[in-house]
Nanobody, 120 residues
């Protein structure tokens, strides 16, 4: 069974920084893209950043220059968030596109989410 577990969420003041981490575990054959999404109160889930297996990154325009996504290894991803804004108060979800076996279809998996609370 595949698990994606996020950590690092918590309370931070506006302008502060926070580092989120996500580790995939279980029966996994291969992982391609990993990323972070977030969903604030009354809002739709939105992409924050992604990183491919080769290290190519993609960021939402709203976080460019402030957030950095990194691939610690094939199954671990981190999100370094700087200069956090109150409107970025949200549940942050880790995602991964992976195969559980060599013959399995590529599927997207999601973590349970970690709350990031930004005080104003």
């Amino acid at each position: 069974q595949v698990q994606l577990v996020e950590s690092g969420g918590g309370l931070v003041q506006a302008g502060g920084s926070l580092r989120l981490s996500c580790a995939a575990s279980g029966s996994i054959f291969s992982v391609s893209t990993m990323g972070w999404y977030r969903q604030g109160p009354g809002k739709q889930r939105e992409l924050v950043a992604t990183i491919g297996s080769g290290g190519i990154t993609n960021y939402a325009d709203s976080v460019k220059g402030r957030f950095i996504i990194s691939r610690d290894n094939a199954k671990t991803v981190s999100l370094h968030m700087n200069s956090l804004k109150p409107e970025e108060d949200a549940v942050y979800y880790c995602s991964a596109a992976l195969q559980v076996t060599v013959v399995a279809r590529w599927s997207n998996y999601w973590g349970q989410g970690t709350q990031v609370t930004v005080s104003s």
